[in-house]
């Protein structure tokens, strides 16, 4: 055990500047990126009224005539000193507050959206690895690609017609009913975009658990299969699918920002949209690098779980 | 039900062999028939796709119009067959440019190794950082909408998997002894690599482009929908179910038609994929 | 082993963490539910699209619509819009111009006062107009005002350099709301941030994070404390949200019904759908400085390959009527007798004919892609011209980008909107038609006889002389086709069925003051 602390830490160590230069990266890609959309706050905001004098007016109010790198070093000292990248230029509140405002939706759903997964994908898995390459595989295989091709928005709207205009049995859309209930079906639908990518992977690593030796002392030993699967596998199971959802959350936010479109959630996706609309730089460049750091937080805790988990990977390191 | 780990050894590749057919089988037949629907799209229409009748709008299913008539009163049924040559079309040429610079990228990295390797996965950590459609939807406002907008985005943002995927495939087939002897008998690392190295990684790269082309596909319809996508009047399944948007409780196969097609070539392709690992593993 | 209780360990963490959410969110639930969002009868929740409330002053930079539709809830100005377009005296009573033309005395009512408790005085309206005059925002006061001036406490007279037909219009816009002198000595972001108003509502809270809002009703409001006791303006940026969460009662007012779903929504009987008239048209706008429509013929030709009814019909499902000229039917002066270019393919062929394009030719046309009946819009208009030989590619683009290229003339053909901000017709004749304010709508049209007339039109006091001149641009417009109007849109929204009372104004804000819930 002591032996392989050492590696460890210094594979953890050259994990987490590697996620510092990452941060970096993403803070002058976000930074360049906003900038390069054609179109500006000032004509967002007049709308059909932007007549080249108010425009003209509106960026000096906006400070949006500075220089590129004048804005960028305002932007850099802002970040570093406040951890914000300036107050919206539609409504003056700091994007700071604005993200700490829109987090909840967000995290309820990618919450939920975590359960309902590793929730879904488990037990599907187990099936498809229990009997592999059985009618039970090739089942579990179609429902699965069928996930992957059903674009996150359609699943939604499906979802909206089946289970709240038919059935009435839960809102519509918005928060205005609290949590959980707003959000049960928004997390199934972005669930619904992982699942697949949990069940292959899980299948695999299954069907390696059900070869390895101690199941087969377990069967050796006469305990019944279930009591094997539910005791045994199944434990062994639930952890590694949730530290495929830490390596996939790029994807299930990405998937998320969509659900939130669809279900008028006022999360962070709905902020998003909203800044690009209005082209409210600060904003957008808020939220992308706060959920990318975000990003590279779960990954850099995922994939060291991952590490401390997995003993062949321990090895190697 | 307590078989002997043994005999379920011995078992599988016979299994595997019979089995992992019919998933290819399945694949091509499913995928096949959308990619000739979409081909002979001029013979299997009922209707020119583009053509309106404003006094016939809306009409529901009937033995003319077999998924009745749009908003403004074009054909579905004509428009859905048209779309899959857009999406299919658009789904292909966007994949390209990502599949050779990923798998490039990757191959370089996974056989240099070292400082490039390093460079390379510190390029995918960062694009990965950002969700996937937040890269998206800025590159598509930077560069305008329509298909220009999604080949630049999904160029930019698409070869990563492939470069991980190629990466990962060329370093282990680095340590392998033939690469020694290749290299050991004098020849380039250029030959080395295009020769004795792509051969075994591309199979893998080419397998997760069937994947990517259902993600492609289903990003492009996203695209469409937040009125991003495909211009109009050209019929692409994304803009037609945000078309049926309106109408989903009441007309609900505007939106869910379109919809079905989206699944089912994306069953099709990614069948078409796992059955193509199952041929290429047994190799 | 070891390995495998550290698992076991991390695996009930996962649970604990699990069912602590899902309890957390029970309790959560209970909370909100308390907090009553529908059902207490006195609340109504009014669910609005497009961005929430960003600004409370009249006079600010930029007027966003949910911005004006919310201050004139707040503050009332000397006269009032009615629901058929009339004005009619509200903080005044009554209002006389002199014969000249020259000067305007109002009057004011007696028995106002602002919600803080302090009454109404003619110091509060001088203080108002002159600050209107200096700050400008956008709409400013256009009149040629030469000075405010209170002649005792009830009395206020505006001086006019010339005489100006359309003030009272003017007056009766959200800019020109009054507020209470110096802003009872607060900042104008202290004040804006909790404002007070003689209206029927007071600010209650205000999310500046979501922009939205709560309004309480005024106890002390001069007509009578309104109804309801709560007013939640809501943003719903989405049309199929809206319409399901309004038919599944989690809200009780829309005030954008998307024109496809008025069918459906009346066949609820939950809901009641009004279809109101509004100052707002539909439009295909040309570039007519720059490119190939600079050639009136080509213009003329588009116009007649247009079938407006079919169009209206089509792509706004019956709800608007189709367009003649560019003032909507609402609007004072509205020549409706104006002779257009109508439906008509052979003329279309003959003006293309002796455009310098005869032989047809290849354009683009810009539409944004967030208003499915434009976009429709835009689909009719490509598949007719193409008919006469025009190949339209159409381009749709996200809001900022269309108004972006819109603004500076970057298009040939665009498929847009435009509405009055006051029903007087000097006010859309200045917008469309006029080089100054907007390059004439962004197609850069210019006519010297239209400016010529556009003066006359506002100086002349006497109706029968205005409708006269007000025809003849309408014609002259109609001939130069510097846009095409396709539809007159209305505005409609939709309620459920047991509010009453709620008045929608043809600038398409909607009045409160009277709304019950039964």
Same mark, same amino acid.
């Given at each position: 055990m002591k032996a392989s602390v050492t590696p460890l830490a210094r594979r953890a160590a050259h994990a987490l500047l590697r996620a510092g230069g990452v941060a970096a990266g993403v803070v002058v890609i976000a930074f360049l990126l906003v900038r390069l959309i054609p179109g500006d706050a000032a004509t967002a905001l007049l709308g059909s009224r932007a007549t080249p004098t108010a425009v003209a007016q509106l960026r000096e109010r906006l400070g949006l005539n500075e220089s590129l790198p004048a804005q960028f070093w305002h932007f850099l000292t802002r970040l570093v000193t406040h951890g914000d990248t300036g107050a919206?230029?539609?409504?003056?509140?700091p994007t700071r507050e604005l993200i700490l405002a829109r987090l909840e939706p967000t995290l309820w759903l990618v919450a939920f959206a975590t359960v309902f997964a590793v929730a879904l994908s488990v037990p599907l898995a187990l099936w498809a690895a229990t009997h592999r390459d059985g009618l039970a595989d090739h089942v579990v295989r179609i429902l699965t690609t069928a996930g992957i091709a059903m674009p996150a928005f359609w699943t939604g709207l499906l979802l909206i017609l089946l289970f709240s205009v038919r059935l009435g049995w839960f809102p519509v859309g918005g928060v205005r009913d609290g949590y959980p209930t707003s959000i049960v079906l928004p997390a199934l639908t972005a669930a619904v975009a992982i699942v697949p990518v949990l069940v292959r992977s899980l299948r695999a690593e299954l069907v390696e658990v059900l070869r390895a030796d101690f199941v087969a002392t377990l069967r050796a030993a006469g305990l019944p299969e279930r009591r094997i699967l539910a005791r045994h596998v199944l434990r062994n199971a639930a952890l590694p699918a949730l530290v495929l959802v830490g390596t996939n959350i790029s994807y299930l936010l990405g998937g998320a920002l969509i659900v939130e479109k669809v279900f008028a959630l006022p999360g962070l996706g709905d902020l998003m949209f909203d800044a690009i609309g209005s082209r409210d730089l600060p904003v957008i460049q808020g939220v992308v690098i706060y959920t990318a750091l975000a990003v590279v937080l779960v990954t850099l805790v995922t994939d060291h779980l991952a590490t401390v988990l997995d003993p062949r990977l321990r090895r190697a390191a | 039900m307590t078989v002997a780990p043994a005999a379920v050894a011995a078992n599988v590749p016979q299994r595997r062999r019979a089995l992992a057919h019919p998933s290819l089988i399945a694949g091509a037949v499913v995928f096949g028939a959308v990619l000739l629907a979409a081909l002979l799209a001029p013979l299997i229409v009922t209707h020119d796709p583009a053509a309106q009748n404003l006094g016939a709008a809306l009409l529901p299913p009937s033995g003319e119009h077999l998924l009745g008539t749009d908003y403004l009163g074009r054909d579905v049924f004509s428009r859905l067959v048209y779309a899959a040559r857009t999406d299919l079309r658009i789904g292909a040429v966007t994949v390209i440019v990502p599949f050779v610079a990923g798998t490039l990228l990757g191959s370089v990295a996974g056989y240099a190794g070292g400082r490039v390797d390093r460079l390379l996965g510190y390029l995918v950590d960062t694009v990965l950082a950002f969700p996937f459609y937040v890269l998206i939807l800025a590159i598509v406002a930077m560069v305008g909408t329509g298909e220009r907008g999604i080949y630049v985005a999904y160029a930019l943002v698409g070869w990563v998997a492939y470069a991980r995927v190629t990466r990962t495939a060329t370093a282990v087939a680095v340590e392998r002894p033939w690469v020694h002897a290749a290299r050991e008998s004098g020849l380039s690392h250029r030959r080395v690599l295009l020769r004795h190295v792509l051969p075994n990684t591309l199979p893998q790269a080419v397998v997760f482009l069937f994947t990517d082309v259902v993600f492609v596909i289903a990003a492009v319809v996203t695209l469409s929908y937040l009125g991003l996508g495909i211009q109009p009047p050209t019929a692409d399944w994304g803009s037609m179910i945000a078309d049926g948007r309106p109408f989903l409780t009441t007309k609900w196969w505007l939106a869910t038609a379109p919809g079905l097609a989206v699944v089912v070539t994306g069953v099709g392709l990614s069948l078409l994929a796992d059955g193509l690992t199952d041929l290429w593993g047994e190799r | 082993m070891h390995i495998h209780a550290r698992r076991r360990r991390t695996a009930a963490a996962v649970l604990a963490l699990a069912v602590l959410t899902t309890g957390a969110a029970a309790c959560d639930s209970s909370a909100t539910k308390s907090s009553g969002a529908e059902g207490s009868g006195g609340t109504l929740v009014f669910a609005r699209t497009s961005r929430g409330v960003t600004d409370l002053n009249p006079t600010a930079d930029e007027l966003a619509t949910n911005n004006a539709y919310t201050l004139d809830k707040i503050f009332e100005p000397l006269v009032e819009l009615q629901k058929n377009g009339d004005i009619k005296p509200l903080l005044a009573k009554s209002y006389k111009v002199a014969d000249d033309g020259r000067s305007w005395t109002f009057t004011l009512r007696d028995g106002v006062t602002f919600s803080d408790g302090s009454a109404l005085d003619s110091a509060d309206v001088v203080y108002t107009l002159e600050r209107h005059l200096e700050h400008g925002g956008a709409l400013p006061l256009s009149a040629p005002i030469t000075a405010v001036t209170a002649s005792d406490a009830r009395t206020v007279v505006v001086r006019l350099s010339r005489p100006y037909a359309p003030l009272l219009a003017d007056l009766a816009t959200f800019a020109n709301v009054i507020l209470p002198k110096d802003l009872d000595g607060r900042t104008e972001k202290e004040f804006f941030n909790n404002p007070v108003g003689t209206g029927p509502f007071t600010l209650s809270s205000w999310d500046r994070t979501t922009g939205e809002i709560t309004l309480a009703a005024n106890k002390t409001y001069w007509q009578g404390e309104p109804a309801v006791d709560k007013v939640e303006f809501t943003v719903v940026d989405d049309d199929n949200q809206l319409l399901q969460q309004l038919q599944a009662g989690? %809200? $009780?007012?829309? $005030?954008?019904?998307?024109a496809a779903n008025v069918a459906q929504l009346r066949a609820n009987p939950d809901v009641k759908v009004t279809v109101s008239d509004s100052w707002q048209q539909g439009l295909l706008a040309f570039n007519t400085a720059d490119g190939a429509f600079k050639d009136v013929h080509l213009r003329r030709a588009v116009a007649a390959a247009l079938d407006r009814k079919a169009i209206a019909k089509a792509t706004t499902y019956d709800t608007a009527a189709p367009a003649t000229t560019f003032l909507p039917s609402s609007i004072r002066f509205s020549a409706q007798d104006t002779k257009i270019l109508g439906y008509d393919p052979a003329t279309a062929r003959a003006e293309l004919a002796k455009s310098q394009h005869s032989g047809g030719l290849s354009t683009t046309l810009i539409v944004e892609n967030s208003a499915t009946s434009q976009t429709q819009q835009a689909q009719v208009v490509q598949a007719a011209l193409a008919k006469i030989g025009v190949k339209v590619k159409i381009e749709t683009l996200d809001s900022t980008t269309f108004w972006t290229r819109f603004g500076k003339r970057d298009y040939d053909l665009a498929v847009t909107w435009a509405i009055s901000d006051t029903g007087d017709p000097s006010n859309l004749v200045n917008w469309q038609l006029l080089p100054d304010a907007a390059d004439s709508y962004h197609t850069g049209y210019h006519n010297s006889e239209v400016t010529k007339l556009a003066a006359q039109g506002v100086a002349a006091t006497d109706d029968t002389k205005r409708a006269e001149i007000y025809a003849q641009i309408q014609q002259i417009a109609a001939d130069d %086709?510097?846009?095409?109007?396709?539809t007159y849109i209305p505005t409609i929204t939709a309620t459920r069925s047991d509010v009453h009372g709620l008045v929608v104004l043809p600038n398409g804000t909607t009045r409160l003051r009277d709304v019950t819930r039964k």
């Amino acid at each position: 055990m002591k032996a392989s602390v050492t590696p460890l830490a210094r594979r953890a160590a050259h994990a987490l500047l590697r996620a510092g230069g990452v941060a970096a990266g993403v803070v002058v890609i976000a930074f360049l990126l906003v900038r390069l959309i054609p179109g500006d706050a000032a004509t967002a905001l007049l709308g059909s009224r932007a007549t080249p004098t108010a425009v003209a007016q509106l960026r000096e109010r906006l400070g949006l005539n500075e220089s590129l790198p004048a804005q960028f070093w305002h932007f850099l000292t802002r970040l570093v000193t406040h951890g914000d990248t300036g107050a919206s230029l539609v409504n003056g509140v700091p994007t700071r507050e604005l993200i700490l405002a829109r987090l909840e939706p967000t995290l309820w759903l990618v919450a939920f959206a975590t359960v309902f997964a590793v929730a879904l994908s488990v037990p599907l898995a187990l099936w498809a690895a229990t009997h592999r390459d059985g009618l039970a595989d090739h089942v579990v295989r179609i429902l699965t690609t069928a996930g992957i091709a059903m674009p996150a928005f359609w699943t939604g709207l499906l979802l909206i017609l089946l289970f709240s205009v038919r059935l009435g049995w839960f809102p519509v859309g918005g928060v205005r009913d609290g949590y959980p209930t707003s959000i049960v079906l928004p997390a199934l639908t972005a669930a619904v975009a992982i699942v697949p990518v949990l069940v292959r992977s899980l299948r695999a690593e299954l069907v390696e658990v059900l070869r390895a030796d101690f199941v087969a002392t377990l069967r050796a030993a006469g305990l019944p299969e279930r009591r094997i699967l539910a005791r045994h596998v199944l434990r062994n199971a639930a952890l590694p699918a949730l530290v495929l959802v830490g390596t996939n959350i790029s994807y299930l936010l990405g998937g998320a920002l969509i659900v939130e479109k669809v279900f008028a959630l006022p999360g962070l996706g709905d902020l998003m949209f909203d800044a690009i609309g209005s082209r409210d730089l600060p904003v957008i460049q808020g939220v992308v690098i706060y959920t990318a750091l975000a990003v590279v937080l779960v990954t850099l805790v995922t994939d060291h779980l991952a590490t401390v988990l997995d003993p062949r990977l321990r090895r190697a390191a | 039900m307590t078989v002997a780990p043994a005999a379920v050894a011995a078992n599988v590749p016979q299994r595997r062999r019979a089995l992992a057919h019919p998933s290819l089988i399945a694949g091509a037949v499913v995928f096949g028939a959308v990619l000739l629907a979409a081909l002979l799209a001029p013979l299997i229409v009922t209707h020119d796709p583009a053509a309106q009748n404003l006094g016939a709008a809306l009409l529901p299913p009937s033995g003319e119009h077999l998924l009745g008539t749009d908003y403004l009163g074009r054909d579905v049924f004509s428009r859905l067959v048209y779309a899959a040559r857009t999406d299919l079309r658009i789904g292909a040429v966007t994949v390209i440019v990502p599949f050779v610079a990923g798998t490039l990228l990757g191959s370089v990295a996974g056989y240099a190794g070292g400082r490039v390797d390093r460079l390379l996965g510190y390029l995918v950590d960062t694009v990965l950082a950002f969700p996937f459609y937040v890269l998206i939807l800025a590159i598509v406002a930077m560069v305008g909408t329509g298909e220009r907008g999604i080949y630049v985005a999904y160029a930019l943002v698409g070869w990563v998997a492939y470069a991980r995927v190629t990466r990962t495939a060329t370093a282990v087939a680095v340590e392998r002894p033939w690469v020694h002897a290749a290299r050991e008998s004098g020849l380039s690392h250029r030959r080395v690599l295009l020769r004795h190295v792509l051969p075994n990684t591309l199979p893998q790269a080419v397998v997760f482009l069937f994947t990517d082309v259902v993600f492609v596909i289903a990003a492009v319809v996203t695209l469409s929908y937040l009125g991003l996508g495909i211009q109009p009047p050209t019929a692409d399944w994304g803009s037609m179910i945000a078309d049926g948007r309106p109408f989903l409780t009441t007309k609900w196969w505007l939106a869910t038609a379109p919809g079905l097609a989206v699944v089912v070539t994306g069953v099709g392709l990614s069948l078409l994929a796992d059955g193509l690992t199952d041929l290429w593993g047994e190799r | 082993m070891h390995i495998h209780a550290r698992r076991r360990r991390t695996a009930a963490a996962v649970l604990a963490l699990a069912v602590l959410t899902t309890g957390a969110a029970a309790c959560d639930s209970s909370a909100t539910k308390s907090s009553g969002a529908e059902g207490s009868g006195g609340t109504l929740v009014f669910a609005r699209t497009s961005r929430g409330v960003t600004d409370l002053n009249p006079t600010a930079d930029e007027l966003a619509t949910n911005n004006a539709y919310t201050l004139d809830k707040i503050f009332e100005p000397l006269v009032e819009l009615q629901k058929n377009g009339d004005i009619k005296p509200l903080l005044a009573k009554s209002y006389k111009v002199a014969d000249d033309g020259r000067s305007w005395t109002f009057t004011l009512r007696d028995g106002v006062t602002f919600s803080d408790g302090s009454a109404l005085d003619s110091a509060d309206v001088v203080y108002t107009l002159e600050r209107h005059l200096e700050h400008g925002g956008a709409l400013p006061l256009s009149a040629p005002i030469t000075a405010v001036t209170a002649s005792d406490a009830r009395t206020v007279v505006v001086r006019l350099s010339r005489p100006y037909a359309p003030l009272l219009a003017d007056l009766a816009t959200f800019a020109n709301v009054i507020l209470p002198k110096d802003l009872d000595g607060r900042t104008e972001k202290e004040f804006f941030n909790n404002p007070v108003g003689t209206g029927p509502f007071t600010l209650s809270s205000w999310d500046r994070t979501t922009g939205e809002i709560t309004l309480a009703a005024n106890k002390t409001y001069w007509q009578g404390e309104p109804a309801v006791d709560k007013v939640e303006f809501t943003v719903v940026d989405d049309d199929n949200q809206l319409l399901q969460q309004l038919q599944a009662g989690q %809200v $009780d007012v829309i $005030d954008s019904v998307p024109a496809a779903n008025v069918a459906q929504l009346r066949a609820n009987p939950d809901v009641k759908v009004t279809v109101s008239d509004s100052w707002q048209q539909g439009l295909l706008a040309f570039n007519t400085a720059d490119g190939a429509f600079k050639d009136v013929h080509l213009r003329r030709a588009v116009a007649a390959a247009l079938d407006r009814k079919a169009i209206a019909k089509a792509t706004t499902y019956d709800t608007a009527a189709p367009a003649t000229t560019f003032l909507p039917s609402s609007i004072r002066f509205s020549a409706q007798d104006t002779k257009i270019l109508g439906y008509d393919p052979a003329t279309a062929r003959a003006e293309l004919a002796k455009s310098q394009h005869s032989g047809g030719l290849s354009t683009t046309l810009i539409v944004e892609n967030s208003a499915t009946s434009q976009t429709q819009q835009a689909q009719v208009v490509q598949a007719a011209l193409a008919k006469i030989g025009v190949k339209v590619k159409i381009e749709t683009l996200d809001s900022t980008t269309f108004w972006t290229r819109f603004g500076k003339r970057d298009y040939d053909l665009a498929v847009t909107w435009a509405i009055s901000d006051t029903g007087d017709p000097s006010n859309l004749v200045n917008w469309q038609l006029l080089p100054d304010a907007a390059d004439s709508y962004h197609t850069g049209y210019h006519n010297s006889e239209v400016t010529k007339l556009a003066a006359q039109g506002v100086a002349a006091t006497d109706d029968t002389k205005r409708a006269e001149i007000y025809a003849q641009i309408q014609q002259i417009a109609a001939d130069d %086709v510097p846009t095409v109007p396709l539809t007159y849109i209305p505005t409609i929204t939709a309620t459920r069925s047991d509010v009453h009372g709620l008045v929608v104004l043809p600038n398409g804000t909607t009045r409160l003051r009277d709304v019950t819930r039964k």
